[in-house]
Structure formats: structure tokens, C-alpha cells
């Protein structure tokens, strides 16, 4: 009895501990509408933040801040920090093994958008270092033209895609990386015309995930996607993506 008094005491004292550590880690965003961006009031909220809400409940976890910040601030956090949650990240293949993955909040199509009357288009990867291509700062899109053998002097740096985007529409730059979602709100948000705006070529298809540096402990992890594979089953999220993601 008094083995087992000693051992449950210690399994508690375990799990204590355990739901503390989640408790300490630090939650970053970025503005990529619809799954994460500022309310009128300055406030996370999309997709994204709400999904993480619900992960939270489903944890018994209390609600944690969640800063945003510009992406290259935040991945940089990520890498460099030993308590970092960082979303709505893509899960590509050169940042597989860098950090660890709660999987997933959505899909993003990452593409080349160009200027409709410039009229390019783009059949396959050797074409892109041919053109200047601006492109966020250690985003998903900026990784994806370095893997497929963009040359880096002819990718032009943007702190912000609205930044990218001037690029593009002042012609500094000839085509801007980004994902289709959020090039297109960009152009919205500038009060441009989509019509103006073209796909030039198709990057890849990623998956978003919700990033975690390497130093958060498995089991926290484990408890993570048990918890978003709960909430991704219910009404709740179906509720989420018509609000945020609605059919046309």
C-alpha cells in the first residue's frame, strides 16, 4: 500500500509538472488571413487562433497569450528559443527535422503571382532565376525558390508580403512568392484590382501546422495533436471553416 501510495503521489507530481510546461510556452502568429491576423481591435483571430482555443479547452489548458509579430521575427524565435509555438506554419521538407508538429490546421497553395499584363508564365523551376522574385523573409515561399534552385542574388527581401507586394506593383520586382490565400487578401488589403493579378506558376502544396521548437518534450507534443485531432472531429471546427473558409 504504501508502494503504491508513494508511486500515485509521484505520478501526480509527474503530471503536475507536465501541464505546468504547457503553460510556459509562448504562442506567435503572423497576419495570414484567414487563418491568423489582428481584429479591428488589434486582437489575434481566424482560423487558426480559434482552432488553438479549442486545443486549449480540450487540454485543460487556461488561455495563453498569443503575440504577432512579422514572420522572419517570429521563425527566428522559433529556431532560437526552447518554448516556442509558432502558426499557421507550413510543413515543408527542409524544415521537417528543425522543429516538431502539430498537424493540421489547413493546406496552402504557394505560387508566383505576377502582373497580368506582363503575361508570364512559368513551366518548370529553371525559369525562375531569369526574374527578380521578391518574397517574405524565411517564409514558406522564399524556401521553396531556394530549394528548387532559385539563384538568392535574384530574390528581392520583403519584411511583410503588403511590402512584397509593392514590389511587384511598382515592378522592382517581376513576380512575388507567396501562398494564393494570402497574395490575393494582400491585394485586397491595397486596394488593388485581383483582375490585374495572375498565377504565373504553381510552387507546391503544403501543409499548416502549428511549429514547435525541438526542445518541447514529446509527450507535450502527443498531448497537442490528440487534442487538435479532437477538435478537427467536431461540429465546432466544421462551424470554423464555413466562417472562415466559406465555399464560393
Excluded at 20 to 28: G, N, P, Q, R, V
Excluded at 143 to 151: F, R, S, T
Excluded at 183 to 203: C, K, S, T
Aim: hydrophobic share 40%; with cysteine; proline share 5%.
Amino acid at each position: 500500500m504504501r508502494i503504491w501510495l508513494i508511486s500515485h503521489l509521484l505520478l501526480l507530481c509527474w503530471a503536475t509538472t507536465a501541464r505546468a510546461d504547457l503553460d510556459k510556452l509562448e504562442y506567435f502568429t503572423e497576419e495570414y488571413p484567414p487563418y491568423n491576423f489582428s481584429d479591428p481591435q488589434g486582437q489575434p483571430t481566424g482560423l487558426a487562433v480559434e482552432l488553438l482555443q479549442m486545443i486549449w479547452q480540450n487540454s485543460g489548458i487556461e488561455p495563453q497569450p498569443v503575440r504577432i509579430l512579422p514572420w522572419a521575427r517570429g521563425y527566428y524565435l522559433l529556431t532560437q528559443k526552447p518554448d516556442v509555438v509558432l502558426f499557421s506554419t507550413a510543413r515543408t521538407q527542409a524544415r521537417e527535422d528543425l522543429f516538431k508538429w502539430v498537424c493540421p490546421i489547413g493546406y496552402s497553395e504557394y505560387i508566383l503571382l505576377g502582373r497580368k499584363e506582363k503575361g508570364l508564365t512559368l513551366t518548370d523551376f529553371a525559369q525562375m532565376s531569369q526574374y527578380k522574385i521578391s518574397a517574405v523573409r524565411s517564409d514558406a515561399a522564399e524556401q521553396l525558390l531556394l530549394n528548387n534552385g532559385m539563384n538568392d542574388t535574384n530574390i528581392i527581401p520583403a519584411n511583410r508580403l503588403s511590402q512584397g507586394l509593392k514590389m511587384l506593383q511598382s515592378g522592382r520586382a517581376d513576380l512575388l512568392a507567396t501562398s494564393k490565400l494570402a497574395g490575393y487578401d494582400a491585394i485586397r488589403e491595397l486596394n488593388l484590382e485581383p483582375d490585374d493579378f495572375q498565377v504565373a506558376m504553381v510552387l507546391s502544396a503544403e501543409q499548416l501546422c502549428y511549429a514547435f521548437s525541438r526542445q518541447v518534450d514529446d509527450q507535450q507534443i502527443r498531448r497537442f495533436q490528440q487534442a487538435l485531432t479532437r477538435a478537427l472531429a467536431s461540429d465546432e471546427f466544421r462551424k470554423l471553416q464555413a466562417k472562415y473558409l466559406p465555399l464560393p
